[in-house]
């Protein structure tokens, strides 16, 4: 046997009992070739065929070409048949090493697993049972394994009669059998088709759950399809396990003379790819149903942290206490406070009243409102972003949270001019854009390195210089999907800022502010063979819009092909669209960090939010929301990228997230197994020749 297809071989008999991820992860280093030499001529192209349905297939042909170790001595004299049992095992004792040469680098990439599973999501009593059974009956073959690995790599001679037991338990038809084994399994997974006893199978049990829970399929670190596929990854490696323990087994028995085995082995074979290609069917099918979206939960309130977990607009909209006299030219009170609505300015401060002992509205003032004549006024920290921590009205009225006052409360109090005038102190809003408002968004573009094969992996929101850039990360693609995880990076967001030369506001950043403060909510997804390389945001109109670009990839070489002429795509539709956009509206939203549960998405594609403040009544209108979702949007398993988006996530009557979303490549296609497992060329080289 060459050494390639040794090393074929080790991964799939080589698996620690309980650890399926480390066998998937095997799977797909060994078909990248980042652990074997690739194939120089393989017979049947596998280019667009997934890593593990390529595996099976090398599998296979390699432990048939083990078999001439078995045939090669022909009808002897036992002793004989002994000196080609040590072959057998000196095959085997390869596998056990192989494997754990590369245990420390498989174990650095983390797999979902059963075990994850039946952790994360609450699922129906019946797919739970299902999954435990699951588990059970994977880790049973795993711990049988384990025994065949103790044998192989014991320095000590293992006698005759344990190997023979050992091959004629794997291989006999009662409850701890392999065969019985993977007939179980194959039935959880597959489920039944046959009347009365139709049922669904696990595959489909667990699109349904994670369909239904969309808001906690964040808690996982890849999409609903990345589940299904790394749950059949882990699924298939015990399949391989147990195919290759059986034809191991009998391939022992032949060598002590108990039998022939051929038609045994050829049986197991074809039943083997019988399940394989339903399986393979069926995962096709569940997965072009299954979401490929990907976000990322809110963390913990404790854990929250602005600039790690969160970003905010700071007072772009911000409540403002001011008085009608110092809002017009004539020094006038001759009208009411609704009256200054519409963006007027502060005129003048009268007398030095309370207009002198607060920080001015330098920009425009707008939705003033008449609360009380009189009341109290809590002014925050200079150092806040806040203007009052809480306002209360002679009538009881509370704006904000009131508790203790650090500075101390000032009495403000309306006055009457003449008799006829009331000169009222009002509640306004003030658009100032001030050294202390951080309301800028980046519209330069952040993009991977095309010209060196590298593909965007995460989107996250970073405030730099009072700018919030949205910025990717990157990282080498490789053949049939993988990403080289030694090169993942982020791209760093420029390091520019409003005042610098030849920067101009329209084209290399957005400026937020009354009129303008409108974000485009979309779903963008690249076209089939393409992969996302970039993102953008745009002005379409007063709104700022975010775009993509995409690039095509060779999936079997993991190639870009021609990466200078990436594509950007975006959604042109507005409200007058034949498809409107229409609005997320929050009403009398909170500060987003104070809501008593994790927040859920509660927008769609084709939507769009308007950046406002706080509610007057709970937070006297200090705090600008939403505010962003700062936290890396990268699935826990690096992977290619067919699209982005932003979403908005809350509870009602609170402000809310933007957040990123990603959306994972689908695999779905490439689950595509080649006419035959095995080269028809190779058909009777590989069965086991009679005697």
């Not at 280093?29 to 393989?42: I, K, N, W, Y």
């Not at 210089?465 to 993942?488: K, S, W």
């Not at 109109?541 to 975006?570: A, C, Q």
């Not at 700062?630 to 290619?640: D, H, S, T």
Request: hydrophobic letters at 35%; a neutral charge.
């Amino acid at each position: 046997m060459s050494s390639a297809k040794c090393q074929q071989t080790q991964c799939v008999a080589s698996v620690v009992p309980g650890r399926i991820a480390i066998a998937a992860f095997c799977l797909l280093a060994l078909v990248s070739g980042q652990t074997r030499p690739v194939r120089a001529a393989d017979p049947v192209s596998t280019a667009s065929v997934i890593s593990v349905l390529h595996l099976g297939r090398e599998i296979i042909t390699s432990i048939m070409e083990t078999w001439d170790l078995v045939d090669e001595v022909g009808d002897v004299h036992l002793p004989y048949k002994r000196g080609n049992d040590k072959k057998i095992l000196k095959q085997m004792y390869m596998i056990s090493q192989q494997i754990e040469n590369s245990e420390h680098q498989i174990l650095n990439n983390a797999q979902l697993t059963v075990d994850i599973l039946l952790k994360q999501l609450m699922f129906e009593f019946r797919l739970e049972n299902y999954l435990q059974e699951l588990a059970d009956l994977m880790n049973r073959v795993s711990h049988r394994e384990q025994i065949m690995r103790s044998y192989v790599e014991s320095e000590e001679k293992i006698e005759q009669l344990t190997l023979e037991s050992f091959a004629s338990s794997t291989v006999a038809l009662d409850v701890n059998s392999i065969p019985l084994l993977l007939a179980r399994i194959d039935l959880l997974v597959s489920g039944s088709r046959d009347l009365p006893f139709k049922k669904p199978g696990i595959l489909e049990l667990l699109l349904q759950n994670t369909e239904e829970a969309k808001s906690t399929i964040c808690s996982f670190g890849v999409s609903a399809q990345q589940v299904l596929y790394q749950l059949y990854n882990a699924i298939s490696i015990t399949e391989l396990k147990g195919y290759s323990m059986m034809q191991f087994s009998w391939m022992l028995l032949k060598a002590y003379g108990k039998g022939n085995f051929t038609a045994e082995s050829r049986l197991m074979r074809r039943r083997f790819e019988d399940r394989t290609s339903r399986t393979q069917q069926l995962l096709q099918r569940v997965m072009q149903q299954a979401s490929r979206d990907y976000w990322r939960c809110d963390p913990e309130r404790n854990q929250q942290k602005e600039g790690e977990t969160f970003l905010q607009i700071t007072r772009l909209l911000q409540g403002y206490v001011e008085n009608e006299v110092d809002m017009n030219t004539e020094n006038t009170c001759k009208e009411n406070c609704a009256h200054y609505s519409w963006g007027v300015k502060q005129e003048q401060c009268y007398k030095d009243l309370y207009c002198s002992k607060q920080p001015k509205c330098s920009g425009r003032i707008y939705n003033c409102e008449y609360m009380d004549s009189d009341m109290w006024i809590c002014p925050s920290a200079t150092s806040s972003n806040r203007r009052y921590e809480y306002i209360e009205y002679e009538n009881g009225v509370i704006l904000g949270q009131k508790g203790h006052c650090p500075r101390g409360t000032t009495k403000v109090d309306s006055w009457w001019r003449w008799l006829f005038w009331h000169c009222s102190y009002c509640m306004c809003l003030c658009d100032d854009a001030g050294p202390r408002s951080d309301r800028y968004i980046n519209m330069r573009e952040s993009v991977s390195d095309v010209m060196n094969n590298k593909i965007v992996t995460g989107m996250r929101f970073v405030k730099k210089n009072r700018i919030i850039h949205l910025i990717v990360q990157q990282g080498t693609l490789l053949p049939r999907g993988l990403i080289d995880n030694t090169t993942l990076e982020w791209v760093e967001a420029e390091g520019y800022n409003i005042l610098s030369p030849n920067v101009r506001n329209g084209q290399d950043y957005h400026t937020l502010n009354h009129d303008n403060r409108i974000l485009d909510l979309d779903d963008l997804e690249v076209q089939p063979s393409y992969v996302l390389t970039g993102v953008r945001f745009r002005l379409l109109g007063n709104h700022l819009n975010m775009e993509i670009r995409m690039t095509e990839m060779d999936f079997g070489t993991g190639k870009l092909v021609d990466p200078d002429k990436s594509i950007w795509i975006g959604s042109d539709k507005t409200e007058h669209s034949e498809e409107k956009r229409t609005e997320v509206k929050l009403d009398r939203p909170h500060v987003p960090l104070l809501t008593p549960s994790k927040s859920i998405p509660d927008s769609e594609s084709n939507q769009f939010i308007r950046f406002r403040e706080s509610d007057r009544g709970m937070d006297a209108a200090q705090t600008t929301v939403p505010f962003f979702d700062a936290q890396p949007v990268v699935p826990a398993k690096p992977i290619p990228l067919a699209g982005a988006g932003l979403f908005h996530k809350g509870r009602p009557k609170f402000g809310g997230f933007i957040a990123p979303k990603v959306l994972t490549y689908d695999f779905g296609p490439h689950v595509q197994p080649p006419a035959s497992q095995i080269p028809p060329e190779s058909e009777e080289r590989q069965l086991p020749r009679q005697r």
